[in-house]
T-cell receptor, first 117, second 111 residues
Framework: DTGVSQDPRHKITKRGQNVTFRCDPI?????LYWYRQTLGQGPEFLTY????????KSRLLSDRFSAERPKGSFSTLEIQRTEQGDSAMYLCASSLGAGLRRGYEQYFGPGTRLTVT | AQSVAQPEDQVNVAEGNPLTVKCTYS??????LFWYVQYPNRGLQFLLK??????LVKGSYGFEAEFNKSQTSFHLKKPSALVSDSALYFC?????????FGAGTRLTVKP
């Protein structure tokens, strides 16, 4: 399967712990996106990368959230000092794209469901 | 700031009947609009997109969408619904540096 993969699929953690999620995009895609989805809502954009450059991060929910894509391939999303309100599905997507071109569709992974107890 | 609205939380149709799932948008500049479908326990799947050109866009699984600039709408349509079309549908608009999704519409197709 050459689609977007995410690991782990489920994560249960205690409040105050740090968690890290991994996303492996489709290999030829240079753009990678992170979203959060809560029950009954559409995905909420968090951040995105073009290759290794993080082009938008102002929408990360707080300074406890950070993302990296060090070699322009896989990416990680870290949440420090988790809170119960962080419980949600975290989605990763990838697409082609360069420069100002915005017309490429995104392909989504299955998501990581985070539960903070 | 751009936004996407899906005015109906739920749409019910009978199998074989035409279906419409509504979406309106507010964007600055040219709109880049998308429809995605989400089945239970599965990721979002791309259905179709409008970038430029014909106002009627055809996509996967027999779906199509009609772009209407004057009404700022991008409604999803299918001439004949199938029970297997039952799922959660999301409309989205691409901005300069983000993607905005609507809250979703749950489509139920009854036999």
């Amino acid at each position: 399967d050459t689609g977007v993969s995410q690991d782990p699929r489920h994560k249960i953690t205690k409040r105050g712990q740090n968690v890290t999620f991994r996303c492996d995009p489709i290999s030829e895609h240079n753009r990678l996106y992170w979203y959060r989805q809560t029950l009954g809502q559409g995905p909420e954009f968090l951040t995105y990368f073009q290759n290794e450059a993080q082009l938008e991060k102002s929408r990360l929910l707080s300074d406890r959230f950070s993302a990296e894509r060090p070699k322009g391939s896989f990416s990680t999303l870290e949440i420090q000092r988790t809170e119960q309100g962080d419980s949600a599905m975290y989605l990763c997507a990838s697409s082609l794209g360069a420069g100002l071109r915005r017309g490429y569709e995104q392909y989504f992974g299955p998501g990581t469901r985070l539960t903070v107890t | 700031a751009q936004s996407v609205a899906q005015p109906e939380d739920q749409v019910n149709v009978a199998e074989g009947n035409p279906l419409t799932v509504k979406c309106t948008y507010s964007v600055s500049g040219n709109p880049y609009l998308f429809w995605y479908v989400q089945y239970p326990n599965r990721g979002l799947q791309f259905l179709l997109k409008y970038i430029t050109g014909d106002n009627l866009v055809k996509g996967s699984y027999g779906f199509e969408a009609e772009f209407n600039k004057s009404q700022t709408s991008f409604h999803l349509k299918k001439p004949s619904a199938l029970v297997s079309d039952s799922a959660l549908y999301f409309c989205a608009a691409r901005g300069d540096n983000d993607m905005r999704f609507g809250a979703g519409t749950r489509l139920t197709v009854k036999p």
